[in-house]
């Protein structure tokens, strides 16, 4: 529960195929992300950031099932 409005930030995150080593798609910092062909057989994670007048808080998601295009 936030006692102060939360903004959000967003950064996808490719990771290899057992959804390990993961590093940030450049550009990908919207709620929704378009496969590439750079994504083929990774995974994909999402972080979001929220912050508020009392502080931030991240998660990450579970890593996606591998992308197969």
Not at 12 to 22: D, I, K, V, Y
Request: charged fraction near 20%.
């Amino acid at each position: 529960t936030w006692t102060y409005p939360a903004t959000y930030r967003y950064q996808w995150l490719r990771c290899n195929a057992r959804g390990g080593s993961c590093s940030s798609i450049s550009h990908a910092t919207h709620a929704k992300y378009k496969l590439t062909k750079r994504d083929t057989k990774n995974r994909l994670r999402l972080r979001v950031t929220a912050t508020n007048a009392a502080g931030s808080v991240k998660a990450i998601s579970a890593a996606s099932a591998r992308v197969s295009r």
